[in-house]
Every structure is written in C-alpha cells, then in structure tokens.
Nanobody, 124 residues
C-alpha cells in the first residue's frame, strides 16, 4: 500500500510560481510511475504531467508544457511539480497519483494510488 500526501498549494497571482510536493509512505516510490492530475470545479479530472520510475521520461499536457516541470527524488520518496507562469485557468485541486512500474499513462484509471489533493488558486 502506498500513501501519498500533497502539499505546497496556495493562492497566488497570475505569473507567480508554486512548487507542489507529493510525499509517499508505505513503499518506496522508486518502482512507481508518478503523475499529477488536476480538477477544477465543475470540470473533469485532467492529466497534467507524469514521470517514469527512472526519471528517464516525462510527459506533459499541452496546456502546461513549457511552464510546468515534474521531477522526483526517489531517495526522499517525493515527487515535485514546479509550476511557473501560472494562469487563472490553472486553478484547480492538484492530485498526485502512482502506478507500479510501466510508463506514464494519461488516464486516471491506470493509477492505483492517489493523494488527497492540494488546492491551487491563481488570481488574475
């Protein structure tokens, strides 16, 4: 069993930066593919980006490409989402998710473990 806890969300202005963290416990994350998803009020959950277990591959949604960066520190059992040049449309609850091994998947159903989410609000 893997427990995931996100942190780092908050209220910022457009153009600001935030770094979200996802800390894992229960098992080492080194063999898990990790991704970030987000869900805005009244919207469906959407894939933001993901990183393979070895950090050799990263994938991003077109809406965040060039602004967001995913990284992981397997020694700390933590995954990060660096968000730069934030826009009001980035406002959402952000979730990290884990799936054993394999490659990054964009469908949330492919993930076994989820955190509780952290709110990011970007004002204009």
């Amino acid at each position: 069993q893997v427990q995931l806890v996100e942190s780092g969300g908050g209220l910022v202005q457009a153009g600001d930066s935030l770094r979200l963290s996802c800390a894992a416990s229960g098992r080492t994350l080194s063999s898990y593919t990790m991704s970030w998803f987000r869900q805005a009020p009244g919207e469906a959950r959407e894939f933001v980006g993901g990183i393979s277990w070895s950090s050799s591959s990263t994938y991003y949604a077109d809406s965040v490409k060039g602004r967001f960066t995913i990284s992981r520190d397997n020694a700390k059992n933590t995954v990060y989402l660096q968000m730069n040049s934030l826009k009001p449309e980035d406002t959402a609850v952000y979730y990290c998710a884990a799936r054993p091994g394999g490659t990054v998947r964009r469908a949330g159903d492919e993930y076994n473990y989820w955190g509780q989410g952290t709110q990011v609000t970007v004002s204009s």
